[in-house]
């Protein structure tokens, strides 16, 4: 299976950069160490140190990738950005490195990038609010298919930015997000109570912990 364009170029920044001294000082991209001359730092990573970073760069970076790409191949990837793929006996395609990146348990397929605990709710900057014309936020395909109740005049909330429903503002999920509009300063949007059924009827998703 071939790379896409922007794979190939992220692996081959990831390969070329020299990772030695990453934790010491701060460089451009494709820093090489022997570059450096004079102005070297004094402590360096060892060779392992340096394959530890750079397997971790690479995580990070094919979470993204493996994401947006329902093609990607985790081990074409990590060979081009210089990663040893094979097992401690020396054998093709270890286990580890697809075991680096998360993965949806319900869909099998390479989690959403960033915080899992926001995913469920979208947050808007305090500065935007006034211009802010953006339509209702709705629950993935994931969230909407999720066991909802039987009787469809349950009564949860939502808010204009929320893609789930939810039963209780005590539900952990929605509190963390709360708490992280908060510390950084964004609004926090009221709730407003609508029933389950209604819920549904604007492609809302079902709070995977409140129904729970």
């Known amino acids: 299976?071939?790379?896409?364009?922007l794979a190939r170029e992220f692996a081959a920044e990831i390969n070329y950069h020299d990772w030695s001294d990453a934790p010491y000082r701060l460089d451009r991209a494709?820093?090489?160490?022997?570059?450096?001359?004079?102005?070297?730092?004094?402590?360096?990573?060892?060779?392992?140190?340096?394959?530890?970073v750079r397997t971790n760069v690479m995580w990070v970076v094919a979470q993204v990738l493996g994401h947006a790409d329902p093609n990607f191949d985790v081990f074409e990837f990590a060979e081009w950005c210089g990663v040893n793929t094979?097992?401690?006996?020396?054998?093709?395609?270890?286990?580890?490195?697809?075991?680096?990146?998360?993965?949806?348990?319900?869909?099998?397929?390479?989690?959403?990038?960033?915080?899992?605990?926001?995913?469920?709710?979208?947050?808007?900057?305090?500065?935007?609010?006034?211009?802010?014309?953006?339509?209702?936020?709705?629950?993935?395909?994931?969230?909407?298919?999720?066991?909802?109740?039987?009787?469809?005049?349950?009564?949860g909330f939502v808010t204009a930015r929320s893609r789930n429903i939810h039963r209780t503002t005590d539900c952990v999920k929605y509190q963390h997000t709360?708490?992280?509009?908060?510390?950084?300063?964004?609004?926090?949007?009221?709730?407003?109570?609508?029933?389950?059924?209604?819920?549904?009827?604007?492609?809302k998703g079902i709070c995977s912990h409140c129904w729970s």
């Open 30 to 52: 494709g820093h090489q160490r022997d570059h450096d001359g004079p102005n070297a730092t004094a402590n360096q990573l060892s060779e392992e140190e340096s394959n530890c």
């Open 86 to 155: 094979k097992t401690p006996s020396g054998r093709p395609r270890s286990g580890h490195i697809p075991a680096g990146l998360r993965v949806n348990r319900e869909t099998l397929t390479i989690d959403r990038p960033g915080d899992p605990e926001t995913w469920d709710e979208e947050t808007v900057p305090a500065d935007l609010l006034p211009t802010d014309t953006r339509p209702q936020q709705v629950g993935t395909a994931t969230q909407r298919a999720r066991q909802w109740p039987a009787d469809q005049n349950t009564r």
């Open 1 to 5: 299976m071939v790379l896409s364009r």
């Open 178 to 203: 709360v708490n992280v509009a908060r510390q950084r300063g964004r609004k926090v949007h009221p709730v407003v109570w609508i029933t389950t059924g209604e819920a549904r009827a604007i492609e």
